[in-house]
């Protein structure tokens, strides 16, 4: 009974989850640093208008939900960044990104499908002076197999997020409005 017991354990071992917070994007910024982040509250929402795919997977595009920490709402709800004055630090948005998926109900809606991949902007100017104050981390996740990678060879990928996010420069690198509620 007891080698069976053993054993059973060995295999629940070889076979547990994988941790996601235990995962770190190449420039540092760590998956833990978000704890909480699908509980923070909707800031926007973004669907692109061509069908690309979304995150790594091929798909018929994505829908994506924008949230933020209880720093960032704060800081939205004084007027930023329409208000000229800085994200503070400490503020963090998460977007999180789904596979478009269809579903009827009384009329034909599209509704997020499979997890794509969640992405994160953390404001800190201390830490991220090459990109004015912002860290970006992306983590891919992979449904077949339920684990997580972070995305990019090493720390230079976020300058590709970053270059993205100059055009709105004077909104200090942020895109989402914060819809009247």
Same mark, same amino acid.
């Given at each position: 009974?007891?080698?069976?017991?053993?054993?059973? @354990?060995?295999? &629940?071992? !070889? *076979? $547990?989850?994988?941790?996601?917070?235990?995962?770190?994007?190449?420039?540092?910024?760590?998956?833990?640093?978000?704890?909480?982040?699908?509980?923070?509250?909707?800031?926007?929402?973004?669907?692109?208008?061509?069908?690309?795919?979304?995150?790594?997977?091929?798909?018929?595009?994505?829908?994506?939900?924008?949230?933020?920490?209880?720093?960032?709402?704060?800081?939205?709800?004084?007027?930023?960044?329409?208000?000229?004055?800085? @994200?503070?630090? &400490?503020? !963090? *948005? $998460?977007?999180?990104?789904?596979?478009?998926?269809?579903?009827?109900?009384?009329?034909?809606?599209?509704?997020?499908?499979?997890?794509?991949?969640?992405?994160?902007?953390?404001?800190?100017?201390?830490?991220?002076?090459?990109?004015?104050?912002?860290?970006?981390?992306?983590?891919?996740?992979?449904?077949?197999?339920?684990?997580?990678?972070?995305?990019?060879?090493?720390?230079?990928?976020?300058?590709?997020?970053?270059?993205?996010?100059?055009?709105?420069? !004077?909104?200090?690198?942020?895109?989402?409005?914060?819809?009247?509620?």
């Amino acid at each position: 009974m007891a080698l069976v017991a053993s054993s059973m @354990v060995v295999a &629940g071992t !070889a *076979f $547990a989850a994988q941790d996601k917070w235990a995962l770190k994007a190449p420039n540092g910024i760590s998956f833990a640093e978000f704890k909480g982040y699908d509980s923070w509250q909707m800031i926007g929402s973004s669907q692109p208008d061509d069908e690309s795919g979304c995150g790594t997977s091929p798909s018929p595009g994505c829908i994506k939900s924008i949230v933020g920490n209880p720093v960032l709402v704060k800081a939205y709800n004084a007027g930023i960044p329409d208000n000229g004055k800085p @994200v503070p630090d &400490g503020a !963090a *948005f $998460a977007k999180v990104e789904w596979a478009k998926a269809r579903e009827t109900v009384p009329y034909l809606v599209t509704v997020p499908g499979k997890l794509a991949e969640v992405s994160f902007m953390l404001k800190d100017s201390k830490r991220f002076p090459k990109t004015n104050g912002w860290g970006y981390a992306t983590f891919q996740y992979d449904a077949a197999s339920d684990t997580w990678k972070a995305k990019g060879d090493n720390a230079d990928f976020v300058n590709a997020c970053h270059g993205c996010h100059t055009v709105v420069k !004077a909104r200090d690198w942020v895109f989402t409005h914060y819809g009247k509620r």
